[in-house]
C-alpha cells in the first residue's frame, strides 16, 4: 500500500527553527515527485512547493522561496519541510503529498496524502 | 494568492446537481496545464477527485465528473447525497508551480 506518514504536531515559539518529516513507503521513492501543501486556520490549500528525490530537483511556489527548504533522503525514503525562523503567520497544517505519476509532476494530480502535521508557532 | 477563482459557497437538495466552476487565466489553465479537483472533508486529508480535467481514479463514484475549457474548468456532481458535503479545490499549474482555487464550500440542503 502506498502511504506518506508525517511526524506528530508541532508547538513552537516565533524565530524558533523546525523540521516535519514524511516517511513514504509502498512506491519506489526515487521516482516520483513529492511535495508539501499547507491550510491556515479558515483558510485554502497552498501549494509550497515540490521534489524530486531522485536528483533533489526542488521547485518553490514564489511566495515560499526562501522561507521553507524541502529536502529528501532517497536512503530512508524521507521528506521534510524545514523553517530556519519560524513566524506566527506558519501556523498552519502541511501536507506532505505525492504527484500521480513519474514523468513532469505539472501533468499530474496529488493522489497520495500524507494525514497531516499541525504546526502552532505562538509569538 | 490563489490565481484560480472558485465561487465560495454552492448548494443543492439530495439528488439535485451541482456545478463548482473554476476560473484561470492564460498562464495557467489556458495554457494547457491539466486542472484537478480535491474534495477535502475537515479532519481529514484531502483527496483527489478528478485528475486531469476529466479522469476519475479508481472508487470515485461516477456521480462527479470534470471538464475543462479555454481558461476555466468545471466539476459536476449528480445524484448529490450528505456525504459530499465539504470543501472542493481545483488545482493546475502556473508556469510551472502549482496552484490552488480559492475553494468551494458545498452544502447538501
Known amino acids: 500500500e502506498v502511504q506518506l506518514v508525517q511526524s506528530g504536531a508541532e508547538v513552537k515559539k516565533s524565530g524558533e527553527s523546525l523540521k516535519i518529516s514524511c516517511k513514504a513507503s509502498?512506491?519506489?521513492?526515487?521516482?516520483?515527485?513529492i511535495g508539501w501543501v499547507r491550510q491556515r486556520p479558515g483558510r485554502g490549500l497552498e501549494w509550497l512547493g515540490i521534489i524530486f528525490p531522485f536528483d533533489s530537483d526542488v521547485r518553490y511556489s514564489p511566495p515560499f522561496q526562501g522561507q521553507v527548504t524541502i529536502s529528501a533522503d532517497k536512503s530512508i525514503t524521507t521528506a521534510y519541510l524545514q523553517w530556519r525562523s519560524l513566524k506566527a503567520s506558519d501556523t498552519a497544517m502541511y501536507y506532505c503529498?505525492?504527484?500521480?505519476?513519474?514523468?513532469?509532476?505539472?501533468?499530474?494530480?496529488?493522489?497520495?496524502w500524507g494525514q497531516g502535521t499541525t504546526v502552532t508557532v505562538s509569538s | 494568492q490563489s490565481v484560480l477563482t472558485q465561487p465560495p459557497s454552492v448548494s443543492g437538495a439530495p439528488g439535485q446537481r451541482v456545478t463548482i466552476s473554476c476560473s484561470g487565466s492564460?498562464?495557467?489553465?489556458?495554457?494547457?496545464?491539466?486542472v484537478h479537483w480535491y474534495q477535502h472533508v475537515p479532519g481529514t486529508a484531502p483527496k483527489l477527485l478528478i485528475s486531469?480535467?476529466?479522469h476519475r481514479p479508481s472508487g470515485v463514484p461516477d456521480r462527479f465528473s470534470g471538464s475543462k475549457s479555454g481558461t476555466s474548468a468545471s466539476l459536476a456532481i449528480t445524484g448529490l447525497q450528505a456525504e459530499d458535503e465539504g470543501d472542493y479545490y481545483c488545482?493546475?499549474?502556473?508556469?510551472?508551480?502549482?496552484?490552488f482555487g480559492t475553494g468551494t464550500k458545498l452544502t447538501v440542503l
Open positions: 509502498g512506491y519506489r521513492f526515487s521516482t516520483y515527485w
Open positions: 503529498v505525492r504527484a500521480e505519476d513519474t514523468g513532469s509532476y505539472y501533468f499530474y494530480g496529488l493522489n497520495v
Open positions: 486531469t480535467n476529466t
Open positions: 488545482q493546475s499549474y502556473d508556469s510551472g508551480l502549482g496552484v
Open positions: 492564460s498562464s495557467n489553465i489556458g495554457a494547457n496545464y491539466n
